[in-house]
């Protein structure tokens, strides 16, 4: 079974402009969550979607926005790139809402590399 | 606020040796606690978790946990580590944000192994 699968893997972009980062969650999974990890950081939680809704932000601007399908799969967006939005965005898919504070698993992507130049 | 401190950035050890991989939590009650691990260009992957019951938890790969209350801590360790454990590994605790359950990471210990 495939995992769970993120495109682009890398991308570049330049200050102002915008980006969508994809994730494709494992089959049968209903919630996605999204990390940001930059460098020499521990991932920090941007979203969490389930069943096509919103369950929870993280502390980030409103340049930052996401949303699911109904297949499950979900987008980030990013409007208006700085230069700290250079960082490794994670997807994390999981069968519940509630994972990982309970016995289903989350299970992260390789990521895409975000470089804002 | 829950978080995770991981005093140590970097450490080095030799390929057979033991491993101690440091993590302290701040929470006030019986928290959710993880150990995942990072290899370059990968996604994190699940070593352990601990949630309550015995406190030396099992993972996998030869890892384990053990959690201490008394100590705010959950440190990581390996008898006899191997040059295929090289890695990022990240302790983290569960939080709740607007009724979403989020994983809050600790900064990291990158781990490099001597031949």
């Known amino acids: 079974d495939a995992g769970v699968t993120q495109s682009p893997t890398h991308l570049i972009k330049t200050r102002g402009q915008h980006v969508t980062l994809r994730c494709s969650p494992i089959?049968?999974?209903?919630?996605v969550s999204w990390y940001q990890q930059v460098l020499g950081q521990g991932p920090q939680f941007i979203f969490q979607?389930?069943?096509?809704?919103?369950?929870g932000r993280g502390n980030f601007p409103d340049r930052f926005s996401a949303r699911q399908f109904p297949n499950y799969s979900s987008e980030l967006n990013v409007n208006a790139l700085l230069l700290g939005d250079s960082a490794l965005y994670l997807c994390?898919?999981?069968?519940?809402?509630?994972?990982?504070?309970?016995?289903?698993?989350?299970?992260f992507g390789s990521g895409t590399q975000l470089s804002v130049l | 606020a829950q978080s995770v401190t991981q005093p140590d950035i970097h450490i080095t050890v030799s390929e057979g040796a033991s491993l101690e991989l440091r993590c302290n939590y701040s929470?006030?009650?019986?928290?959710?606690l993880f150990w995942y691990v990072q290899s370059p260009g990968q996604g994190l992957q699940l070593l352990l978790k601990?949630?309550?019951?015995?406190?030396l938890v099992q993972g996998i790969k030869g890892f384990e946990a053990e959690f201490k209350r008394s100590q705010s801590s959950f440190n990581l360790r390996k008898p006899s580590v191997h040059w295929s454990d090289a890695a990022e590994y990240f302790c983290?605790?569960?939080?709740?944000?607007?009724?979403?359950?989020?994983?809050?990471f600790g900064q990291g210990t990158r781990l490099t192994i001597n031949p």
């Open positions: 994390a898919s999981s069968l519940v809402a509630g994972a990982p504070a309970t016995n289903e698993k989350l299970f």
């Open positions: 089959s049968g999974h209903k919630s």
């Open positions: 979607y389930y069943e096509k809704e919103e369950r």
């Open positions: 929470y006030g009650a019986t928290p959710y």
């Open positions: 601990y949630f309550s019951g015995d406190t």
């Open positions: 983290a605790v569960v939080t709740l944000v607007q009724g979403a359950q989020k994983l809050v």
